[in-house]
Every structure is written in C-alpha cells, then in structure tokens.
C-alpha cells in the first residue's frame, strides 16, 4: 500500500517540513457527457478489467481519470471515487492505484479523478472539477457498468477536503458547479464520503492548530498567504473573501439530504488539525447525517496507522452502505 502515497509523502514534507516527531509509532484507534469518449488503457490492478483512461470534461487536458472496473461482475456495481491529495498543487491520480487495487478486489468501481490544481487554475477550479467528473460518471453509468444509486467519494488531505465537499454540496446551487460542461444538469451528490485526515474550514484552522500540544512551534501555518490554502484561493485565507466559501459545515447545514461519512483523523496532526474533523463531525450530528469518526492518537498527516487500522473498517463501511456486506 506504502507505493502509491509514496508522492504524497515526500509533497506533505516539502510543503512544510514538519511530519517528523508529529506521529508516534503505535497510535491506538478511538472511534469517535451525454456519450462516453474513447478511452486507453493503463496498467491493470488484481480483479480488474482493463483500466480506462476518460476524458470527462474538455477545459483542459488535466481533467481525465483512471476507471477500474471488476472483471468478474456482470451487473452494475458501486463506484467509489476516490480524490488524490498534495496540499490542492500537486500529485495526480496515479496515487491512488493501491487504494483502487483494493477496492477492486472487494467488488467496486473505481474512478480515480485528476483536478486542476493551484498552478494551473484559480479557485474554485479544483472543486468544480470532481463534482464534474461525478457527473460525467453518472450520466454515463451504463456503459461503464456503474449504479448511478451507489457512488462514494474518498480522499485523504486536500483530497479529504474535496471528499468532504462532494457531500456536503450534495445537488445544493455552489460556486462549485461549472454550468459550462456537456453534463451540467446532472446530479452530483454522493450517497457516502471517506475522509482521511481532510480539512473542513480553512478559517478555523490555525485556531484548531494552536490547540495540538504535540504540534507547538512546528504546526503549519494556513492565514497567511504563503499557505497551500492561499495559494489555492489565490489570496491570503486570513483576508480572502473566498474563505467563508470553504466552511463545509454551512453547506451541511443547509442540506435537504446527506450522505453516509465515515472520518478518521490522527490527533498529533500537524498539518491538518484534528480539529477540522471534529467540527464536520459536529455539523454532521445537528443534522441528523449518519457519521462514524475515528480518532487515532498520537498520529501525525498520513501517518502508517491509517493504512493499517482503518482501510479494512473503511471498506467494511462503504460495504454496509451500499449493501455488500
């Protein structure tokens, strides 16, 4: 599993530096279109079928994804998208193909999306770019042999973030939709998200940051303008008058229906505050959405323990969501 985060790794520590001495090694776990273009193949994962390189908007060459599809199913299966992380400028969707090989060999679809990230296009570029994709894959759930019923989305850091809004937004009119694509009219909600580890609300991340005593002196700092959510913003967080537009907990408010979330967080995180989770997990309760949260402690951003304690209960969830299990 440790290849396919391997780039995210070495992104987190160039970004900031800081992930040494956040984590310790033995954290415990507290629970808390209107056609289909043509497409190439890519390597293929245990279980798959040929792996489809799609085309799902046409702005610019960097809106494509990787689609798996289990070789032994006939019927129409869940798709679980899952969201590439990088601090929102950089990393691509080959990251994801241990987490899609996994996925496969328990019977989904998996469509591993590429965004626009901050040096290629402003703000809210990235966001409406995976809502897109999400509608692209609906419109064409036929061909690909997906239930347009039974899509999650799963992401982890910057990638949990666009997890996390994909729900929180669900079909609500955002900024985040790009009226521009072949596929605009069709839904973009997500019946379940996965967030490792994942902002919620830019503004209240240096506050939360303060509060991790494992993290004094060395938390990463996201106000001010030299942040990777700034340089995504394309304005400093603390003065952007973008920043109230990315507290998730609002659009959870103001939701009519919401998916299923299942969020794991590591409480020494010195890049991403545990906090931010904490606060969705709050929005999520008032609302009345059905949320499970996972606390590890003692871990820091992407540290070992989430792969080793939480992907067999994350693929457990998204089972019992979509009737698997």
């Known amino acids: 599993m440790r290849s396919s985060r391997a780039l995210a790794l070495v992104s987190a520590v160039s970004l900031a530096s800081l992930l040494a001495g956040c984590s310790s ?9 209107t056609s289909a273009p043509t497409a190439s193949a890519a390597q293929t994962p245990t279980g798959a079928g040929e792996v489809q390189t799609i085309a799902y908007a046409d702005a610019s060459p960097t809106q494509t994804l990787q689609l798996y599809r289990p070789s032994d199913t006939t019927g129409p299966v869940p798709l679980v998208v899952l969201i590439h992380g990088g601090a929102f400028e950089m990393g691509d969707a080959s990251m994801e193909a241990d987490y899609a090989r996994e996925l496969v060999d328990n ?32 419109a064409n759930a036929a061909e690909y042999g997906i239930n347009p019923d039974q899509i999650a989305a799963w992401g982890q850091s910057a990638g949990g973030y666009l997890a996390n809004l994909l729900g929180a937004t669900g079909d609500q009119e955002t900024i985040f939709d790009d009226q521009s694509t072949a596929n605009a009219t069709e839904s973009s909600a997500v019946q379940a998200v996965v967030s490792w580890f994942g902002p919620s609300n830019f503004a209240t991340m240096d506050e939360q940051a303060a509060e991790v005593a494992a993290c004094e002196g060395r938390a990463q700092v996201h106000g001010d303008a030299s942040s990777p959510e700034s340089r995504w913003l394309g304005d400093a967080v603390d003065t952007s008058d973008q920043t109230a537009s990315t507290n998730l907990s609002a659009y959870v408010a103001k939701a009519q229906t919401l998916p299923a979330w299942y969020l794991a967080h590591g409480d020494a995180d010195c890049l991403v505050p545990e906090g931010q989770s904490a606060e969705l997990k709050v929005a999520l309760d008032d609302a009345g959405a059905p949320a499970t949260y996972a ?31």
């Open 107 to 138: 019977g989904f679809a998996v469509a591993a999306v590429n965004y626009r990230l901050s040096g290629e296009a402003a703000y809210p570029a990235g966001a409406q770019d995976v809502k897109s994709a999400v509608r692209y894959l609906r």
């Open 295 to 325: 606390v590890l402690e003692g871990a820091g951003h992407m540290d070992p323990a989430f792969d080793s304690t939480q992907l067999q209960p994350t693929i457990d969830f998204l089972k019992r969501t979509f009737g698997m299990a």
């Open 25 to 33: 090694s033995t954290p415990a776990t507290t629970q808390a279109s």
